[in-house]
């Protein structure tokens, strides 16, 4: 048993001699006003944590909440493995594997969603601490279930368009 946790221990020290540790995320907020009914206010909020194993490998978790004033919101997780395939001085390009669950509810919705796919993205390296990072699209597979009635849906392919780029930043440790 020493043996064995020896060997752990100089394992995980071996590995966190080239690790990092992230945080960051994005959100937003937005002000809707329609004539004849009451201004609305939109949020979003997604922290996330990672570990950078070296510098092409790192794995991560995205927690998501967003909602309205009024109406509907949404919960969500969103782990992921990243793998830095482009270096070109300060600027690294990436894609990450992930699985992402969301529930949405509030204003008599309750549904489910679930998806799986590829997001492309793009690391700009301000310093050797902070980074700014945009993701941009997705390749994959979503698949939303209502609840109150059950109807099901499944959707295959790429978005890509200027609603689905999505900005952060990232400290690492």
Do not use: C
Not at 40 to 62: I, L
Not at 99 to 107: L, R
């Amino acid at each position: 048993m020493k043996k064995f946790l020896m060997t752990l221990t100089v394992a995980l020290m071996a590995i966190s001699a080239n690790a990092q540790v992230y945080v960051g995320g994005g959100f937003g907020i937005a002000s809707t006003s329609v004539d004849g009914a009451d201004d609305v206010t939109t949020f979003k909020f997604v922290p996330e944590v990672g570990y950078s194993f070296n510098d092409e490998w790192a794995a991560g978790v995205a927690f998501g909440w967003e909602g309205a004033s009024k109406g509907m919101k949404t919960v969500s997780v969103n782990p992921y493995v990243r793998w830095t395939f482009l270096k070109a001085g300060i600027v690294s390009a990436f894609v990450d594997g992930s699985f992402e669950y969301d529930h949405v509810y509030g204003g008599g919705n309750d549904a489910d969603g679930i998806a799986l796919g590829l997001k492309p993205g793009v690391a700009v390296n301000l310093n050797q601490h902070l980074s700014f990072v945009t993701h941009i699209g997705f390749l994959g597979w979503e698949h939303a279930k209502d609840n109150n009635t059950d109807v099901k849906g499944d959707t295959w392919g790429l978005d890509v368009d200027g609603r689905n780029v999505i900005f952060g930043l990232y400290y690492s440790f």
